[in-house]
Structure formats: structure tokens, C-alpha cells
């Protein structure tokens, strides 16, 4: 880089620096007396001799009288009463730019995988305001995921923002994997929140393989992080999404979970002396939700169709996070355990989920067969004890006998492997098909 180049940079350098000193440490929570800082503003905590001298990244959280509340986002080793704190006055800003597509970076947006960032990329705050409503399009075009059971009865649109809800172990990063691999969106960003440090490369590896990893970027920030660095990893994928979104592209948009998000956020929350609400949530989980969710969907520029997993605890559909999330998104797909242990996979519930554009981005022979499809295994499922245990009697019912033979062609139509695609044409055509055999009308 020539001289000239560095000019830019010379000029935002500060002219002075405001600085403070670390008065208390409780948990997570540092207390420090000064320096002038504004809520979400980074500051710099010095620990180490001279020999080893280094700073710790942490965000202001709060203020109690004339101290400031500071929540780090590694961990606090090191630090003393009397630390100098450093001021930046800037929020947390990440580099963006074309060179993050293949790679795995951390909430930060540093590189885990030795990758050198260029020092040209872009510098951009990973806290934004979602776009104004008035200035979305609306959805108006379906985007192909390549899973059969979602393209064709649950379909979804460039920019509709979708739930994934589950319990633990039913599928869900699997799932995820094969909508990065095989969807037809421009780009993919995965965040990956609160995962095992195992899971993350298995994921890699695994699901999404390395024709996924070739188009996606992925933002890990596992479970023995803090809890400000899980909640950051989740802002830092969204801004990632919005950048390339902003350059005019489709972006296939993936959170695992949003449950981990809000459970950082309560940790957060009752540090700085937050009263536990909902089931011990506190009231900021509520309020960062929708914050976090309305950023993806459609703008002028492109869209970003997202998908947010949900860890249902117990499998309970009620539960505050996951009522919350159904209330803010465009549609849910359940994942139920009981058809996973019949060997379904993937292990969606067709009946218990529902894409809220569907209607209005498919035609009338395509909706009315989903309906159909919906119908013949609703009749089943309410006479599914009947039919187990040989009570129900072939011609009592015309409507059962007709769910009777269907269902199997039905269940092996939304089976489908891993490394199985099929365009969304395919999948509604499949699906016609289907209905269409005489001995299932």
C-alpha cells in the first residue's frame, strides 16, 4: 500500500484518548470509574507486565452512579483493581468484503482459519437499524431450498424470514446444511451460536461439505464463549448478511439458535441488575429480538431470506423464546421428534408448520394439492390409534380409506436423504403427480 493510501486512516486516528481505571470485578461484570463512554461503545482493558502487555475488548453495558458497567468479550484473566481502561467511543465494528466467502471468522469477524484480512476491506458497525418499513418490497418470488417437503408445502420466498423449531437432536444443523448446499440464493451466511467447538467443524465437514463452504461465510462462536461474544456472533453474521445484501445480492441467511442468543442476553441482563420476567428472561430478551430479526428480509438493493433455529426445551412449542420468534417471523417449520424416531428425515411436521407467503407465491393447482396433502394426513393422524390397533373397519369412513392409501405415498414423498436435491419445479410437479394417481382419489 502506497503512502497516499494511508491517508484516510491517518485522519481518523484520535487526537486524544479518554481513559479510566477498574474499580470492581463481580462475575462478567467489571466496574470501572470513568472513562466518558456511551452505552454499546468498545473500550480497551490494559492487563500484563511490560513484556507481555495486552489489551481485553469489552462493550459498556450499563452505569451505576458515576461508574461504568463493562462486559468483555473474552475472558478476564489478568485483570486488576486499577486496570487502565482505554475509551474508543466507536461501537464494535467488523471488516466485510467478497474475501470473506469460503472462510470461518469469529463475533469479531477475525479469521479462525489463519486467513489474512486485507487491510482494504470495509469497516462497518455490527449493531444497525432495520430498513424502514415503507422501503421493503415485498416478497413476490419464490426462492428454491432444494428440500422437497419445504419447496412444495411450505414454500418460501427471497426475503421471508423462517423459524426452524426442534428439540435437541432432531435434525436441525442437518437440515440446515442441505438448504446451504443446495439452495439457489447467491450467498450464505451461517451463524453458528453456542455450538459445541466440536460441532463446528463437524458442520463444515459434514453437512455443509465443500461445495456449501464455497459460497457460504460462517460466523462461530461456541459455547464456552462469553456470553457478550454469543450474543455479538449473531449482530456480527446479520451485518456480514446486510452487507452483501446491500450490494444487491440474495443471501440465504442461517442462525443456530436464537434460543443460545437469548440466553446470552439473560446473562447479560441480570448482571447488570435486570429483574428476571418470563420463565427468569429478562425484559431485554424481548427487546433485542425483534432488533435482531427485523434486519434480515428484502430492502432496494436485495434480500436476505432467512432461517432461525429454535431450541424448543422439552420440546415444549410454548415456551417464551419460541412464542416470542413464531409472534416476529413469516412462517415456522417444526421438526417433530416422534417422526424422526420413525425414521422421517427430514423430521418435518407438515402440520404443525406454515410458510405465511405461500398463498401468495404459488398458483392455484400448487396450493390446492398442498391443501389436499394436508388434509389426507390430518384424517390419518386423528384416526392413527384407531387404525394401529385394527378398530377402524375399510368403509366406514370413505375420507380414511382414502388418508389409508395415501399415507405411504405421502411419507416417501417427504423423505428425502442428505445429499439428495431436487429444483423446487421438480418438487411441486412430484407433489401433483402424486395426488394425481387414480387409487389415491
Not at 28 to 45: A, N, R, T, Y
Not at 220 to 244: N, Q, V
Not at 364 to 378: C, G, M, P, Q, V
Amino acid at each position: 500500500m502506497e503512502a497516499k493510501d494511508l491517508i484516510p486512516y491517518i485522519k481518523n486516528l484520535p487526537t486524544f484518548q479518554r481513559f479510566g481505571r477498574v474499580s470492581k470485578v463481580v462475575g462478567l461484570m467489571i466496574e470501572s470509574q470513568g472513562p466518558e463512554s456511551s452505552i454499546g461503545d468498545v473500550c480497551l482493558i490494559h492487563v500484563g507486565g511490560k513484556a507481555q502487555k495486552r489489551k481485553i475488548m469489552a462493550e459498556v453495558v450499563g452505569f451505576k452512579e458515576q461508574h461504568i458497567i463493562l462486559m468483555p468479550y473474552t475472558n478476564i484473566q489478568e485483570i486488576a483493581p486499577g486496570s487502565l481502561v482505554e475509551a474508543t467511543s466507536k461501537p464494535l465494528q467488523i471488516k466485510v468484503g467478497p474475501e470473506l466467502i469460503g472462510r470461518v471468522v469469529d463475533s469479531l469477524g477475525n479469521p479462525m482459519d489463519g486467513f489474512q484480512m486485507p487491510i482494504s476491506m470495509k469497516s462497518i458497525p455490527t449493531d444497525r437499524t432495520p430498513p424502514n418499513p415503507l422501503s421493503r418490497p415485498p416478497v413476490s418470488e419464490k426462492l428454491e431450498v432444494g428440500v422437497k417437503s419445504i419447496d412444495s408445502l411450505l414454500t418460501v420466498g427471497k426475503g421471508q424470514r423462517m423459524g426452524i423449531f426442534a428439540g435437541s437432536g432432531v435434525g436441525k444443523s442437518t437440515l440446515l446444511g442441505m438448504i446451504a448446499r443446495n439452495t439457489t440464493a447467491d450467498i450464505n451466511v451461517i451463524a453458528l451460536i453456542g455450538e459445541r467447538g466440536r460441532e463446528v467443524r463437524e458442520f463444515i465437514d459434514r453437512d455443509l461439505g465443500p461445495e456449501g463452504l464455497k459460497k457460504t461465510i460462517i460466523v462461530a462462536a461456541t459455547s464456552d464463549m462469553p456470553a457478550l461474544m454469543r450474543i455479538k456472533g449473531a449482530f456480527t453474521a446479520t451485518a456480514i448478511a446486510e452487507y452483501f445484501r446491500d450490494k444487491g445480492n440474495d443471501v440465504m441467511f442461517m442462525m443456530d439458535s436464537v434460543t443460545r442468543v437469548a440466553m446470552g442476553q439473560r446473562e447479560v441482563g441480570l448482571a447488570v441488575g435486570e429483574p428476571p420476567a418470563t420463565k427468569g428472561y429478562t425484559p431485554s430478551v424481548f427487546s433485542i429480538l425483534p432488533r435482531l430479526l427485523e434486519r434480515t428480509g428484502t430492502n432496494e438493493h436485495g434480500s436476505i431470506t432467512a432461517f432461525y433455529t429454535v431450541l424448543v426445551d422439552g420440546d415444549d412449542m410454548n415456551e417464551p423464546i419460541a412464542d416470542a420468534v413464531r409472534g416476529i417471523l413469516d412462517g415456522h417449520i417444526v421438526l417433530d421428534r416422534s417422526l424422526a424416531n420413525k425414521g422421517q428425515y427430514p423430521a418435518i411436521n407438515v402440520l404443525k408448520s406454515v410458510s405465511r407467503l405461500m398463498n401468495h407465491l404459488s398458483t392455484k393447482e400448487h396450493r390446492l394439492t398442498a391443501e389436499r396433502i394436508r388434509d389426507l394426513l390430518s384424517i390419518y393422524s386423528n384416526s392413527e390409534d384407531l387404525i394401529n390397533i385394527g378398530a377402524y373397519k375399510r368403509g366406514a369412513s370413505k375420507e380414511i380409506d382414502e388418508a389409508i392409501l395415501a399415507y405411504p405415498h405421502i411419507i416417501s414423498f417427504l423423505k428425502q436423504e442428505t445429499d439428495e436435491h431436487f429444483t423446487i419445479q421438480q418438487s411441486i410437479d412430484s407433489m401433483i403427480d402424486l395426488m394425481n394417481i387414480g387409487e389415491l382419489t
